[in-house]
């Protein structure tokens, strides 16, 4: 009897052991999923921003059916979803983009960065000065690369990820490293996609 008892323990440890171990390996794995994802799409951001490629990296400026003004911002979601970012997280961002929308359908193409839209106090007072700064780092002048501090798993399928950026000193070979930033992961299924890119938490 003792003995069935002692082999009914070891059984039950054995098992609690073997779910630790699962449970470790599952955080561990999506602990490269996550760290993957963010590095991802900021690659991508960052060098699409030093290539200047501006179309892939914010809306652009065109002319409506109507000759009036408007925003394609098509290519630029579609790089976005490409780089992990949820269909929530995408909603919002186009949604932003809105009043820029209406205020521009008031003004011919043929006289924008002619006659008006020439200063940035007319892209302000219309909400269309995303060009004047970078939309997920911040700032107006751009970094050359990010570094993750910090995935911390708020539950199974929210992650919470701090990064900082940092500048490249090509004389030096050295980096130098400043501000943080965070950004919010969910899991849908079995993949991440961010959700949330937060402000800077300091520079």
Same mark, same amino acid.
């Given at each position: ?38 590095? $991802? ?25 109507? $000759? ?24 919002? /961002? ?72 940092? /500048?490249?000193?090509? /004389? ?9 930033? $965070? ?21």
């Amino acid at each position: 009897m003792k003995q069935r008892v002692k082999t009914t323990w070891i059984l039950i440890l054995f098992l609690g052991f073997s779910n630790i171990l699962i449970a470790s390996d599952n955080s561990t794995a999506d602990s490269i999923k996550v760290a993957q994802i963010v590095k $991802g799409f900021y690659d991508w951001y960052l060098t699409s921003i030093r290539e200047k490629i501006d179309s892939d990296f914010k809306p652009k400026f065109i002319e409506s059916k109507n $000759g009036m003004t408007t925003l394609d911002y098509s290519k630029y979601l579609d790089n976005l979803k490409a780089h992990g970012f949820s269909d929530s997280l995408l909603m919002k /961002e186009k949604q932003s983009y809105s009043e820029c929308i209406e205020n521009l359908e008031k003004v011919k193409f043929f006289d924008f960065e002619k006659t008006t839209f020439i200063d940035l106090d007319e892209y302000e007072q219309a909400n269309c000065d995303f060009g004047n700064f970078y939309r997920w780092t911040g700032g107006q002048e751009p970094v050359d690369g990010i570094r993750i501090i910090d995935i911390k798993f708020i539950s199974t399928n929210r992650a919470y990820v701090t990064i900082d950026y940092f /500048e490249f000193n090509s /004389e030096k070979n050295k980096k130098y490293y400043w501000g943080k930033n $965070g950004l919010t992961l969910i899991k849908i299924d079995s993949d991440w996609f961010i959700d949330k890119i937060d402000s800077w938490i300091n520079n």
